[in-house]
């Protein structure tokens, strides 16, 4: 990391030229028209001072509108210009490649948990690898955080009670900073961390050496652990919907409305079940809030998720005494 | 000259402490309202200093990371609600609508006086807060940490600041009645000073927006006070309802502080250039351009809170479009350069000042409004740096050369020409010394609100606080001679910039009620000649 003075962050991101290069053209702009009026104004100032003899005599009014126009339309150009090409930026940062790694991120009062989906976690340090795309999930457990790396000229709000995603592409390996950049209380300054981008064989023995649970397995255990399976896995007359093949498929509601079952529904309805009832049953499953953390939700959800690679053919499953294991990954491979 | 035989004025026709604390009349009330924001000044700028102070090392070492909290906070919200809001509007504005429309005071005179109190009375409550304690949330209270896990006194700095949005509304209205109902004949909507048209485009935002802060205020007290969920989701609310409500407001708020600082360039300008003001009907549609567009771009503070995609580009729009109206504002003060006879006195160092910086802060403001961009530097000190341009650079330099400009007015008394001078060189150059590395800081990835940062940030901040105390110095200086001045001050006679306008036709100061009879005007505004001074 370079703890040095610095006059200008380093690209470390597939974003970091784009906004580089936007933010070199408005500094020319701005550079350009500051420069403009500040030479207008000591040109004219000295050119025109009192005492100065010069011809002041004022010829009028049909340029005065064709001044007026210019100076509208000119700028007016350029601030178009200058919003489509931000828009373009910020329409890329929101598109979520589908082959992104996803890490799921806690913040709270005052550092940020970080959970690999393979089992590692670790705290107000992230490890991922150069050049794949590596999309964060994130939600706060008490205040709105922002999760910010400069040199990856992206950051994003982290808000209790909602998920909000962010996504980047490491294009250089080294050890950048990781700041909270939304005001959070006492400790904001204290949730400084780093981002360690190595190259991909350095992070798949980082990823094997941990000696932590994959959360999919903690997210069954929860799953067994708060009965989940009492209502959610029954052969006959089940009393919640199935959770198998469930994860960002469409499901309809008892008002009649389709949503789709992606981490911020499972969420919802896990920690107020009422919001949304699916249609057919009845809303009697009770809340858990309170009883988990944003981290064994995000574990639970894992679980759900892992419940998509059944086989379409099976009926609904049996209740389970064997954990439903993701293929594991081969030497090298990267989930 | 003895006292019996001065001509009677506003400020000497009465002396008793009574007649100042029950007066009506609309320029003793602006004096009331100038010491009164002088005051609030100094108290958020100490705070500034503390803080500076503690940013010359990376370290927290002065002072605690609460305490911190607590002088950042102080500084935003004092600067924003008791001086900047108030500052020009209810300073220079109360002392000058009258005069400059041909009226013998305000169309609601008790109302006004209502006012005044109504501010001291939310900065009292608001000091209480701070003294008995403090407030660690930022001037911009988001949920749910204000609302739910601070542990400092935000209700009471709420209700302070909630009394205070009366003392806005209140003159507000009283503005917008005074300029549709009071106006001596002739004095046409286009022949009226662009200072009161800039004063008029406030008030309606002052009127429109000040509601909307006042009830978000009152949902985070009642959200504290009674635990019922609006902003938490934990109780079912919404963060994110906050920063919609709150920004709804504080946006056009900024234009609150700096279209009025703009009328006053309008003034400065075309007086110091001997000239006509170049694009008076443009200069006044953008005033109301400002007021109106403002109103529709708060989403630009919410790129990144979890706002829509779509609803970042609207905004980020909007954005664009609203500076193209105060791009028209400086080319035609430019413009107004061209072809005239300038002096530079201080009124019209301050005004070009201005002018300077605002260009440079309006400028790094597509910065922000360019979405790629504003990711990056959102919540980080290119922000400061910004706004600072803007309120500072611009808004305070028009609120100081509007005070110098109408000194003379107000008091009877000139200032001493050079210390006004040497003091905006002063403020000027410490000025950018402050916030120009902020920009370089805030690009580098430096987030607000922190007591300790990364080694590799402190030569900037060195640089920004060496700055701010030169900057202090320049703000001092004003303080101590244009006090001096009052005593000491060479006498000014009714108009000693030869400018034009209503109020320069009374005398110096000018009687209580403005206008022995109401003026007749059958003359357009800024009636300036070149050559009309001896060349």
């Given at each position: 990391?370079?703890?040095?003075?610095?006059?200008?962050?380093?690209?470390?991101?597939?974003?970091?030229?784009?906004?580089?290069?936007?933010?070199?053209?408005?500094?020319?702009?701005?550079?350009?028209?500051?420069?403009?009026?500040?030479?207008?104004?000591?040109?004219?100032?000295?050119?025109?001072?009192?005492?100065?003899?010069?011809?002041?005599?004022?010829?009028?009014?049909?340029?005065?509108?064709?001044?007026?126009?210019?100076?509208?339309?000119?700028p007016?150009?350029?601030?178009?210009v200058?919003f489509?090409?931000?828009?373009?930026?910020?329409?890329?940062?929101?598109?979520?490649?589908?082959?992104?790694?996803?890490?799921?991120?806690?913040?709270?009062?005052?550092?940020?948990?970080?959970?690999?989906?393979?089992?590692r976690?670790?705290?107000?340090?992230?490890?991922?690898?150069?050049?794949?795309?590596?999309?964060l999930?994130?939600?706060?457990?008490?205040?709105?955080?922002?999760?910010?790396?400069?040199?990856?000229?992206?950051?994003?709000?982290?808000l209790?009670?909602?998920?909000?995603?962010?996504?980047?592409?490491?294009?250089?390996?080294?050890?950048?900073?990781?700041?909270?950049?939304?005001?959070?209380?006492?400790g904001?300054?204290?949730?400084?961390?780093?981002?360690?981008?190595?190259?991909?064989?350095?992070?798949?023995?980082?990823?094997?050496?941990?000696?932590?649970?994959?959360p999919?397995?903690?997210?069954?255990?929860?799953?067994?652990?708060?009965?989940?399976?009492?209502?959610?896995?029954?052969?006959?007359?089940?009393?919640?919907?199935?959770?198998?093949?469930?994860?960002?498929?469409?499901?309809?509601?008892?008002?009649?409305?389709?949503?789709?079952?992606?981490?911020?529904?499972?969420?919802?309805?896990?920690l107020?079940?009422?919001?949304?009832?699916?249609?057919?049953?009845?809303?009697?499953m009770?809340?858990?809030?309170?009883?988990?953390?944003?981290?064994?939700?995000?574990?639970?959800?894992?679980?759900?998720?892992?419940?998509?690679?059944?086989?379409?053919?099976?009926?609904?499953?049996?209740?389970?005494?064997?954990?439903?294991q993701?293929?594991?990954?081969?030497?090298?491979?990267?989930? | 000259?003895?006292?019996?035989?001065?001509?009677?004025?506003?400020?000497?026709?009465?002396?008793?402490f009574?007649?100042?604390?029950?007066?009506?009349?609309?320029?003793?009330?602006?004096?009331?309202?100038?010491i009164?924001?002088?005051?609030?000044?100094?108290?958020?700028?100490?705070?500034?200093?503390?803080?500076?102070?503690?940013?010359?090392?990376?370290?927290g070492?002065l002072?605690?990371a609460?305490t911190?909290?607590?002088?950042?906070?102080?500084?935003?919200?004092?600067?924003v609600?008791?001086?900047l809001?108030?500052?020009?509007?209810?300073?220079?504005?109360?002392?000058?609508?009258?005069?400059?429309?041909?009226?013998k005071?305000?169309?609601?005179?008790?109302?006004?006086?209502l006012?005044?109190?109504?501010?001291?009375?939310?900065?009292?409550?608001?000091?209480?807060?701070?003294?008995?304690?403090?407030?660690?949330?930022?001037?911009?209270?988001?949920?749910?940490?204000?609302?739910?896990?601070?542990?400092?006194?935000?209700?009471?700095?709420?209700?302070?600041?909630?009394i205070s949005?009366?003392?806005?509304?209140?003159?507000?209205?009283?503005?917008?009645?005074t300029?549709?109902?009071?106006?001596?004949?002739?004095m046409t909507?286009?022949?009226?000073?662009?200072?009161?048209?800039?004063?008029?485009?406030?008030s309606?935002?002052?009127?429109?927006?000040?509601?909307?802060?006042?009830?978000?205020?009152?949902?985070?007290?009642?959200?504290?006070?009674?635990?019922i969920?609006?902003?938490?989701?934990?109780?079912?609310?919404?963060?994110?309802?906050?920063?919609?409500?709150?920004?709804f407001?504080?946006?056009?708020?900024?234009?609150?502080?700096?279209?009025p600082?703009?009328?006053?360039?309008?003034?400065?300008?075309?007086?110091?250039?001997?000239?006509r003001?170049?694009?008076?009907?443009?200069?006044?549609?953008?005033?109301?351009?400002?007021?109106?567009?403002?109103?529709?771009v708060?989403?630009?503070h919410?790129?990144?809170?979890?706002?829509?995609?779509?609803?970042?580009m609207?905004?980020?729009?909007?954005?664009?479009?609203?500076?193209?109206?105060?791009?028209?504002?400086?080319?035609?003060?430019t413009?107004?350069?061209?072809?005239?006879?300038?002096?530079?006195?201080?009124?019209?160092?301050?005004?070009?000042?201005?002018?300077?910086?605002?260009?440079?802060?309006?400028?790094t403001?597509?910065?922000?409004?360019?979405?790629?961009?504003?990711?990056?530097?959102?919540?980080?000190?290119?922000i400061?740096?910004?706004?600072?341009?803007?309120?500072?650079?611009?808004?305070v330099?028009?609120?100081?050369?509007?005070?110098?400009?109408?000194?003379p007015?107000?008091?009877?008394?000139?200032?001493?020409?050079?210390?006004?001078?040497?003091?905006a060189?002063?403020?000027?150059?410490g000025?950018n010394?402050?916030?120009?590395?902020?920009?370089?800081?805030?690009?580098?990835?430096?987030?607000?609100?922190?007591?300790?940062?990364v080694?590799?940030?402190?030569?900037?901040?060195?640089m920004?606080?060496?700055?701010?105390?030169?900057?202090?110095?320049?703000?001092?200086?004003?303080?101590?001679?244009?006090?001096?001045?009052?005593?000491?001050?060479?006498?000014?006679?009714?108009?000693?910039?030869?400018?034009?306008?209503?109020?320069?036709?009374?005398?110096?100061?000018?009687?209580?009620?403005?206008?022995?009879?109401?003026?007749i005007?059958?003359?357009?505004?800024?009636?300036?000649?070149?050559?009309?001074?001896s060349?």
């Amino acid at each position: 990391m370079n703890e040095g003075f610095q006059l200008f962050p380093e690209q470390a991101s597939t974003f970091a030229s784009r906004v580089d290069a936007l933010y070199f053209f408005l500094l020319l702009v701005a550079g350009f028209f500051t420069m403009l009026i500040l030479a207008s104004i000591v040109f004219l100032s000295l050119y025109y001072r009192r005492g100065a003899i010069r011809n002041r005599q004022r010829t009028h009014s049909q340029k005065a509108w064709i001044l007026e126009f210019t100076w509208i339309a000119i700028p007016l150009v350029l601030v178009m210009v200058i919003f489509a090409w931000g828009a373009d930026i910020y329409f890329d940062e929101r598109a979520i490649p589908p082959n992104a790694i996803e890490l799921r991120v806690v913040g709270k009062q005052w550092m940020w948990k970080i959970q690999h989906p393979q089992g590692r976690s670790e705290i107000n340090e992230l490890h991922i690898p150069l050049g794949r795309p590596v999309r964060l999930q994130m939600i706060s457990e008490d205040v709105i955080h922002s999760f910010y790396v400069p040199e990856f000229r992206v950051k994003m709000d982290v808000l209790p009670g909602r998920y909000s995603s962010m996504w980047f592409e490491a294009t250089k390996t080294g050890v950048y900073h990781l700041f909270c950049a939304e005001y959070c209380g006492t400790g904001h300054a204290a949730m400084e961390g780093s981002v360690h981008v190595m190259q991909p064989s350095d992070y798949a023995a980082w990823l094997a050496g941990g000696e932590q649970q994959p959360p999919v397995t903690a997210g069954q255990e929860l799953f067994t652990r708060f009965r989940c399976n009492s209502c959610h896995f029954q052969d006959t007359q089940p009393r919640g919907p199935s959770l198998a093949n469930l994860y960002e498929q469409p499901v309809r509601l008892s008002d009649g409305t389709v949503v789709t079952a992606d981490d911020q529904y499972l969420r919802e309805s896990i920690l107020n079940p009422a919001a949304k009832v699916v249609a057919g049953f009845q809303s009697i499953m009770p809340t858990y809030q309170n009883q988990l953390s944003e981290e064994q939700i995000f574990q639970l959800i894992q679980y759900i998720k892992s419940l998509s690679t059944m086989p379409a053919t099976t009926k609904e499953p049996a209740p389970l005494t064997q954990p439903v294991q993701p293929k594991p990954a081969e030497p090298g491979e990267i989930k | 000259m003895s006292v019996s035989d001065e001509p009677r004025n506003y400020l000497n026709v009465d002396y008793r402490f009574r007649s100042w604390l029950l007066t009506t009349d609309h320029k003793r009330i602006g004096i009331l309202y100038m010491i009164t924001v002088t005051l609030f000044f100094f108290v958020g700028g100490a705070a500034a200093v503390l803080f500076r102070l503690e940013l010359m090392t990376p370290r927290g070492d002065l002072v605690l990371a609460e305490t911190y909290n607590r002088l950042f906070t102080l500084h935003g919200v004092i600067m924003v609600w008791f001086f900047l809001i108030p500052s020009i509007p209810a300073v220079l504005g109360n002392f000058l609508l009258p005069l400059m429309i041909g009226a013998k005071d305000l169309a609601f005179p008790k109302l006004n006086l209502l006012s005044w109190y109504i501010l001291i009375a939310g900065g009292l409550v608001t000091l209480w807060s701070i003294v008995a304690g403090g407030v660690d949330t930022g001037w911009t209270f988001y949920t749910p940490y204000s609302s739910t896990y601070a542990n400092t006194n935000v209700i009471v700095m709420a209700v302070g600041i909630f009394i205070s949005g009366f003392s806005s509304i209140l003159t507000g209205l009283n503005f917008i009645v005074t300029t549709h109902t009071l106006r001596a004949p002739g004095m046409t909507w286009f022949r009226l000073p662009l200072f009161v048209w800039a004063l008029y485009a406030t008030s309606i935002i002052f009127v429109l927006a000040t509601p909307v802060l006042a009830i978000t205020l009152l949902l985070i007290a009642i959200e504290r006070g009674l635990g019922i969920g609006i902003f938490d989701p934990k109780l079912g609310g919404d963060p994110l309802l906050f920063q919609h409500l709150f920004w709804f407001y504080s946006h056009p708020a900024v234009y609150i502080m700096v279209l009025p600082s703009m009328g006053v360039v309008s003034e400065i300008v075309p007086c110091f250039a001997r000239n006509r003001i170049f694009g008076y009907k443009f200069i006044a549609s953008a005033s109301l351009a400002i007021a109106s567009i403002g109103f529709l771009v708060w989403g630009h503070h919410m790129f990144v809170s979890g706002q829509s995609l779509y609803a970042g580009m609207v905004f980020s729009f909007m954005s664009m479009l609203v500076a193209i109206p105060s791009a028209v504002k400086v080319f035609n003060w430019t413009a107004t350069l061209y072809k005239g006879s300038v002096s530079l006195e201080t009124p019209m160092l301050y005004a070009l000042g201005f002018i300077g910086l605002f260009t440079l802060g309006g400028l790094t403001g597509i910065f922000l409004a360019a979405l790629g961009v504003d990711v990056h530097v959102h919540d980080t000190y290119f922000i400061v740096a910004h706004f600072h341009y803007i309120m500072v650079g611009g808004a305070v330099m028009g609120y100081l050369g509007g005070i110098h400009f109408w000194w003379p007015k107000m008091t009877g008394r000139m200032y001493p020409e050079w210390w006004g001078r040497l003091s905006a060189g002063i403020i000027f150059l410490g000025f950018n010394l402050t916030f120009f590395p902020q920009f370089v800081l805030g690009y580098l990835g430096m987030p607000r609100r922190v007591h300790e940062y990364v080694d590799g940030f402190q030569v900037l901040n060195v640089m920004s606080s060496a700055g701010a105390s030169i900057l202090g110095v320049g703000y001092l200086l004003p303080l101590a001679y244009l006090i001096w001045s009052l005593r000491y001050g060479r006498l000014a006679g009714p108009n000693p910039w030869q400018a034009s306008g209503l109020e320069w036709e009374t005398p110096s100061p000018p009687p209580k009620l403005n206008f022995p009879e109401t003026p007749i005007v059958n003359h357009e505004a800024y009636e300036y000649q070149p050559v009309s001074i001896s060349e």
